[in-house]
């Protein structure tokens, strides 16, 4: 049976998304993951400020992480966000996702995304649905 850390390791070989995000994954245990990314110029909006949809991706990213480590191939059921800083390009991103629910079917998430100076920038909640499938 592969480790929670092998489990990441593997989805991120393949995450190409991910990988262009530039995320890092720092911490990995059963449940819970902690992953970091630095904000781009091209992740700029119309108005000056990040797209929101960067930091969603990085809570996504770290969603998945959390909800699949223990290789039971979970997939996303529900999510929302919300937006409570702007997040400006240099910034650097770390999500933490932490398991609150792990049932035989489904698995509830909550994620905070906090910059570099430890401001909360976004709260994720995400409803996994587990499958029967492994990923490893």
Not at 25 to 52: A, P, Q, W
Not at 87 to 102: F, I, Q, S
Not at 105 to 114: N, R
């Amino acid at each position: 049976m592969p480790t929670s850390q092998e489990v990441v390791t593997h989805m991120m070989e393949h995450d190409l998304f991910s990988r262009w995000l530039g995320i890092e994954v720092l911490e990995i245990k059963d449940g819970y993951s902690k992953i970091k990314m630095t904000v781009r110029e091209e992740m700029i909006n119309g108005f000056g400020i990040v797209h929101g949809g960067i930091a969603f991706s990085l809570s996504d990213s770290a969603f998945a992480f959390a909800c699949n480590n223990r290789n039971n191939l979970s997939v996303a059921l529900d999510t929302s966000i919300n937006f409570t800083k702007p997040v400006h390009v240099g910034d650097v991103l770390t999500a933490e996702a932490k398991e609150l629910h792990n049932g035989k079917s489904t698995g509830l998430y909550h994620i905070t995304v906090t910059n570099q100076r430890d401001h909360i920038v976004a709260l994720f909640k995400g409803t996994c649905f587990r499958t029967n499938k492994t990923l490893v």
